[in-house]
């Protein structure tokens, strides 16, 4: 894949070389996203806590078409809440083409997270990628949140996506140098995950009325201080008439490491006018620390959940969700003695998200 890759970028390069002048010079708009949670938590450790959630992001974006019809952009997106130390999220460049594709080059996620398809769900928890934590504490359950192969994280990487081909058909290949190398630093030791290869290849199309939304990924990278890394994911969608049903499936292989597990999960969405609905479940298990007699790590998440459409750019979204962690509980069980889920716990959010 890293050969196609670097053909791919190549081929580009060479376009820009023989391209005349842009028509214009690159202004940068600005749009991005706010979004403000209210929310209730009662869970088994004992927390009972109203909380205030917030998270900000302002993007400056721009392009400008060559003469030769390729299309180069930038998009710098800037974190609006306090970050300690990492205030630019997310910093790329890309340059783009109907005919060819796209490729991007900078800190962005990798294919295996921005093409890949995965439960339904319109609610402010998520089952994909949930943030519950921001509710309840997480003792130290390192089973999979998402089914994603994301690895990679928005680490300096290339990436290349081609046009939808035939209509339907989609693929895409990234490359992370190294996974602590976020923000142009120096070359970094071979002991972080690194030379990380991931792959997607999507199908997005109607059949007979039905929308139809799949895709396969696949990431390798390598580690010298630990094993090697490899993961899978799988995820169908079908839509009819305002219902969307689906889900998919992760396995992340890092043999003798606490992050070795798999994830599922399945949904529910139904939209019609400005209303959503949907209910869905998420399922992870991992490998517990070394020496403890068998225990896994688990996750578990139900979340039902409605959102309205208040007017272009505004949504007002509410979820209730019960949430379950789970470490090494043979070994250190909750309360002393006998199985038991480290946290567990319900959660009522009720959230307004706006675009612009």
């Known amino acids: 894949m890293k050969k196609i890759l670097f053909g791919t970028t190549a081929l580009v390069a060479a376009g820009l070389v023989t391209s005349a002048h842009a028509a214009e010079k690159i202004k940068l708009g600005v749009s991005g996203y706010m979004w403000q949670e209210v929310g209730v938590a009662d869970s088994r450790a004992g927390q009972t806590t109203v909380n205030l959630v917030s998270n900000t992001e302002v993007h400056f974006k721009g392009s400008t078409t060559l003469d030769n019809g390729l299309t180069i952009g930038a998009d710098i997106q800037l974190e609006g809440n306090s970050q300690g130390g990492d205030q630019i999220d997310e910093s790329y ?3 783009e083409s109907k005919t060819w594709g796209k490729v991007i080059l900078g800190t962005e996620n990798g294919v295996g997270d921005l093409i890949t398809t995965h439960a339904p769900g319109v609610g402010p928890m998520g089952i994909d990628g949930s943030n519950a934590t921001y509710w309840f504490t997480n003792t130290g359950s390192a089973a999979p949140t998402s089914i994603d192969a994301s690895d990679s994280g928005d680490n300096e990487k290339l990436t290349y996506i081609s046009p939808k081909l035939g209509g ?8 992370t140098p190294s996974t602590d190398a976020e923000d142009g630093k ?3 030791a071979n002991t972080s995950l690194h030379n990380v290869v991931e792959g997607t290849l999507l199908l997005d199309t109607d059949i007979a009325g039905f929308g139809v939304r799949s895709s396969v990924s696949a990431l390798h990278g390598s580690n010298q201080g630990a094993n090697n890394r490899t993961v899978y994911s799988a995820g169908l969608n079908v839509s009819y008439a305002g219902f969307t049903v689906g889900g ?3 396995r992340r292989i890092n043999k003798g490491a606490t992050t070795d597990g798999s994830a599922y999960n399945i949904g529910v969405s139904y939209a019609t006018g400005p209303y959503g609905l949907s209910l869905g479940y998420h399922n992870g298990t991992a490998n517990g620390s070394n020496g403890d007699n068998g225990a896994e790590d688990g996750f578990t998440a139900t979340e039902l959940a409605m959102s309205y459409k208040i007017s ?4 007002f979204k509410s979820g209730v969700s019960y949430v379950q962690f789970e470490q090494d509980v043979e070994t250190n069980p909750l309360n002393g003695g006998g199985n038991g889920y480290e946290n567990d716990g319900w959660i009522w959010i009720n959230g307004i998200y706006l675009s612009f």
Do not use: L, N, R, T
Request: charged share 10%; hydrophobic share 50%.
């Open 168 to 175: 339907m058909f989609q693929a895409g290949v990234s490359y």
């Open 186 to 188: 120096a070359p970094s």
């Open 248 to 250: 998919g499936w992760g």
């Open 93 to 95: 460049a890309w340059i």
């Open 312 to 315: 272009d750019g505004v949504d």
